[in-house]
């Protein structure tokens, strides 16, 4: 008895066996040798399948995108309720500006800013640059995170991966609350006046800050990936610039009230390093 051709076999086992011309038109055909066993298949060119001319084209693979805070709905918004508020304020507010740089770099801008703007009450200007500073700052936060978190962490699948803006503004939040708790509480047990001016101008300070480097830091939080380590470069040299001037400032107070340089450093330390290293023991490692 002669063996089945393949053909035959599902024929005989039921199935409805279409010819060549029904399915693919009625001058095709079926290639040479049996399809379903070995040796029945061969390699076919683009010419004969999608006429000359034609060419392979390797696929283009697109890399996963990968999750990250900065394109969280809140991340977003906090950067543009900032960057509309420090508009308006450097548009309502210009001829305060004037106050905070007089003699930046002289040895006794400290006592300038004490006589005309460090004991100013807190103006519209002082108070929307504290506002965009602290933004500012809980975003920077944010960034700094998301550049050196894993993209496979378990924090990008939760809830608080679109909260997480908030969080840092809130832990912002309470650093300023701090400040401004140690200052108050150390001016009414010494009932001195010195400390309302060491207030002032960190205050002061910290709105040069804002006026000078929001738009570097506001950029360097959209940046991409491939632009954001120079961006944040230009950000870390603007920052220590201002933070030696700053240093200057405080240090030249406490000489010319003739406090020990002692206090000195351990007022930077309590009223710095004391919160940000408490946060910092706090974070997941």
Known sequence: MSRLSSIESLVASGYDVVKPHEMFGRNSHLMSGDPIFDGGYRAVSADEIFGSGSMRVEQEVFSVLEPSFVHS??????????????????????????????????????????????ELPLSYFKVAAIIVGVIMLALVCV?????????????????LASLISLVALLLVGVFVAWFYS???????????????????????????????????????????????????????????????????????FFIAKKIPILYWILYLCTAFLLPISFVYAMLPM
Not at 97 to 118: K, L, N, P, Y
Not at 143 to 159: C, E, F, H, S, T
Not at 184 to 197: M, P
């Open 182 to 252: 140690l200052h108050t509480i150390t001016g009414w047990i010494s009932q001195s006046e010195a400390t309302a001016e060491l207030s002032s101008i960190t205050v002061i300070n910290f709105v040069r800050y804002v006026v000078v480097l929001y738009p570097l830091v506001a950029v360097w939080l959209v940046a991409s990936e491939a632009s954001v380590r120079g961006w944040g470069i230009a950000v870390i040299c603007g920052t220590l610039l201002l933070l030696l001037i700053y240093l200057k400032d405080t240090f030249v």
């Open 73 to 118: 709905f809140v991340y977003q918004v906090l950067i543009v309720a900032s960057l509309v508020l420090y508009m308006h304020m450097m548009l309502r507010s210009w001829g305060f500006i004037g106050i905070i740089w007089s003699d930046i770099f002289s040895v006794h801008s400290e006592r300038r800013m004490a006589s005309e703007g460090g």
């Open 143 to 159: 960034r700094i995170a998301d550049l050196n978190i894993p993209a496979d962490a378990p924090i990008y699948k939760g809830v």
